[in-house]
């Protein structure tokens, strides 16, 4: 709720427009402080860019435990959330917002605890919905997320039209059961899946694997597939290994970055249910490589036996590659 006039300072939420978003720069230009309201991934990478500044106070405020905690496992959250602090940003989480308080304009953020914190801007990064009035007046069928009802063709409930993007709702590639992720890496797939099948070329879509990475500096963080906590959620018996080390080899290689990688497991298949990476930003290509892993379903045995390219200025040596050592630890707990 907004007590008073408090609606000048109010960023609504982000819009991908580029006549808003020059609006909200010329308005952050003169602010002093900042509240976020939402710690996933908007909300980190548009707090660590306005901080670079220098001249701001600002601050993310996360309803839930940690900031990003619907992508990733908690330690990494811990990880990414002492980076940002390490950047003057401040973190409340397990906050949440009782009102946006001032008169006229905006002068603070009252959390649920009482705890105030001061604000020329607030912008609210805490989700999207699919924008499917266009579907609605059209007649098609709307999916249980909110998105349009699609099959794995990408074909609406009208044979001939097609949806893809936000707008369409998705299934997950762990069961088929509606997801609620939102990426411009899916869209481009489900594109690529509806144009094939327009011109009689048959797609299907395996379902949403949910491929995310994000970067604070020089610190990358990524995932793909199903989390430790998400595998449980779901009823997986899970064989979680993870391994840290450099990226180069040896470790003091200029260049060289610390590497962790995650690896979830399925006990009796052996089957990759996905996995985290961070480190420096060749982590967002790490993860590419598990994804694939995970799209093909192959197994800790699979990836032990990768035949892998390495360099001592491009890699982690090939006696300590992570995937690979990742895996035949694992396949060390399931023989256990």
Request: aromatic content about 4%; charged content about 20%; overall charge negative.
């Amino acid at each position: 709720m907004c007590d008073g006039d408090a609606k000048t300072g109010i960023a609504d939420a982000i819009v991908k427009d580029v006549e808003y978003l020059s609006g909200l720069q010329k308005r952050l230009e003169s602010a002093r402080d900042v509240v976020i309201i939402g710690g996933g991934f908007i909300g980190i990478e548009f707090a660590d860019e306005i901080n670079k500044a220098g001249d701001k106070n600002v601050s993310i405020v996360e309803i839930l435990s940690h900031c990003l905690a619907l992508a990733y496992d908690q330690e990494f959250c811990i990880e990414m959330e002492k980076v940002l602090a390490s950047r003057g940003i401040n973190i409340c989480t397990s906050s949440k917002v009782a009102s946006i308080a001032g008169n006229g304009k905006v002068e603070k953020v009252v959390l649920a605890d009482g705890t105030e914190i001061k604000a020329d801007v607030v912008i609210l990064g805490i989700g999207a919905v699919a924008n499917v009035d266009v579907a609605k007046k059209a007649g098609l069928r709307i999916g249980l997320t909110g998105g349009i009802a699609v099959d794995r063709t990408m074909q609406t409930s009208d044979k001939h039209i097609y949806a893809c993007g936000d707008c369409a709702e998705k299934i997950s590639f762990f069961g088929g059961r509606p997801s609620p992720l939102k990426l411009a890496s899916i869209a481009t797939l489900e594109a690529r899946i509806a144009g094939a099948n327009l011109f009689g070329i048959r797609r299907e879509n395996a379902g949403t694997v949910g491929v995310w990475s994000t970067a604070v500096g020089d610190h990358a963080l990524a995932t793909a597939g199903l989390t430790e906590e998400m595998a449980r959620e779901q009823g997986y018996n899970v064989v979680v290994v993870a391994i840290a080390g450099p990226n180069r080899h040896p470790g003091t290689m200029p260049g060289a970055a610390h590497t962790k990688v995650k690896l979830v497991f399925e006990r009796n298949s052996g089957v990759i249910l996905g996995g985290q990476a961070m480190g420096d930003p060749a982590a967002g290509e790490v993860i590419n490589a598990i994804s694939a892993c995970v799209q093909s379903r192959m197994t800790a045995e699979d990836i032990a036996m990768f035949q892998i390219g390495t360099h001592p200025a491009l890699t982690a040596s090939p006696i300590v590659y992570h995937m690979v050592n990742a895996a035949e630890m694992a396949i060390q707990k399931m023989c256990n």
